[in-house]
Nanobody
Framework: QVQLVESGGGLVQAGGSLRLSCAASGRTSIRYRNGWFLQAPGKERELVAV????????YYADSAKGRFTISRDNAKNTVYLQMNSLKPEDTAVYYC???????????????????WGQGTQVTVSS
């Protein structure tokens, strides 16, 4: 079991930046791929970005490409999402997810992830 806690959300003006953090605790000795997902009111949870266990392989949704960067610091058991040039349509609850694996492949389907954080609200004002 691993527990995930997101932080770093908040209210920001359009064009601003936020850095989300996802701190893992519990069974952190095994390898995980991680993902960031968002869920806007009345919509399904959707992929933002994913990263493999060593950080060498990443994938971004089209809406995140060029603006967001996913990274990880395994020594700190933390995954980050740097969000720049934020837009009002980025407003959502952002969730961190983890999937235990020792492969370098990525999984884009949210149903592949076993562990989820409680989410952090990001609100971008126009």
């Amino acid at each position: 079991q691993v527990q995930l806690v997101e932080s770093g959300g908040g209210l920001v003006q359009a064009g601003g930046s936020l850095r989300l953090s996802c701190a893992a605790s519990g069974r952190t000795s095994i390898r995980y791929r991680n993902g960031w997902f968002l869920q806007a009111p009345g919509k399904e949870r959707e992929l933002v970005a994913v990263i493999n266990w060593n950080g060498f392989n990443t994938y971004y949704a089209d809406s995140a490409k060029g603006r967001f960067t996913i990274s990880r610091d395994n020594a700190k058991n933390t995954v980050y999402l740097q969000m720049n040039s934020l837009k009002p349509e980025d407003t959502a609850v952002y969730y961190c997810a983890a999937d235990p694996t020792d492969t370098d492949s990525l999984r884009l389907d949210r149903r592949a992830y076993d562990y989820w954080g409680q989410g952090t609200q990001v609100t971008v004002s126009s």
